[in-house]
């Protein structure tokens, strides 16, 4: 990996990038990955590189369903392999949660790498999705396979970053889908259940600290945190906050300040 210097002032944007340029050179991340990873990248300078109040709402819904969920699975492809493995692993851990690996550009090889790399941070973690037998319906071949125990059973699922049609297929076979996804915009964000618009190198720990606060909560408590949680104004408050941030910064003027904040 490349040394960003530490005193670089956009040093952890620099840092993700290169995890994810390893993560495609170890043959996890697909190139579109990359661009992906970009489109990424812009939505969180429009957000302000920090959680905001919708996503810390979308994130305590989407903890509560996944606390009272029968079986959930957290999905992950190549770019959350790259960028938080041994945090998609406590984020399980922390839920009860089963672990697939599931890809957009699916071939063994990248299965079997990403394995391996989750299997660094913990050598028994139980990985679904490497023999999968079973096919989302709409979905052509190599994108539709899912783990009989995993998804295919699931009743919620966690699919981050992940591509709109294949969330929309997830939503039509009946799942609750809960996507982690800078764009507020995106098919994915508007077409799953819970939509937690942050980026995922911080929501994940934040969900981890969240289930561990949370699992003894009644289930009367967890269900009522469901119910009063609405997706639409979610999104709607992402862009809103989009909106005023970037009228406050321009009403402010940004030519050579120092900080965007
Ligand atoms: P869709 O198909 O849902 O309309 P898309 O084609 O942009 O959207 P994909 O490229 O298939 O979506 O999926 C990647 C999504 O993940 C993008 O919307 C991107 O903004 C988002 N993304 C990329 N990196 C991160 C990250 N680190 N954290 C959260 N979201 C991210
Ligand atoms: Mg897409």
């Known amino acids: 990996m490349v040394k960003i210097p530490k005193s670089h002032p956009r040093y ?8 994810i340029i390893e993560g495609m050179e170890k043959g996890m991340t697909a190139k579109a990955g990359l661009i ?82 989750l299997r660094k941070y913990d050598p028994e973690i139980e990985l679904l999705g490497i023999n999968p037998t079973k096919r989302i319906p709409g979905l052509e071949h190599e994108r539709g396979k899912v783990d009989e125990n995993g998804i295919w059973k699931a009743d919620v699922v966690v699919v981050p970053l992940e591509d709109g049609d294949r969330t929309e297929a997830l939503v039509n076979m009946g799942k609750f889908v809960i996507t982690v996804d800078l764009n507020p915009l995106s098919r994915s964000a508007r077409m799953a259940d819970i939509t937690i618009v942050d980026n995922i190198v911080r929501a994940y720990p934040r969900m981890t600290e969240l289930a561990r606060e949370m699992k003894d909560y009644s289930r009367d408590e967890l269900m009522k945190i469901i119910e009063d949680y609405d997706n639409g104004k979610t999104l709607s408050d992402v862009l809103i906050h989009i909106r005023d941030r970037l009228t406050k910064l321009a009403e402010g003027g940004i030519w050579r300040k120092k900080t965007l904040e």
């Open 12 to 19: 952890w944007s620099l840092y993700y990038r290169e995890k």
């Open 36 to 117: 992906a990873h970009g489109r990424g990248e812009a939505f969180d300078y429009l957000i302000g590189e920090r959680t905001i109040e919708a996503a810390e709402r979308a994130m305590k819904a989407a903890v509560a369903k996944l606390l009272l969920a029968k079986h959930p699975v957290i999905s992950v492809n190549g770019n959350v392999a790259a960028l938080v493995p041994k945090e998609t692993i406590e984020l399980a851990k922390a839920l009860n949660a089963k672990l697939e690996i599931n890809l957009f550009y699916r071939t063994e090889e990248r299965v079997k790498t990403i394995a391996e790399e």
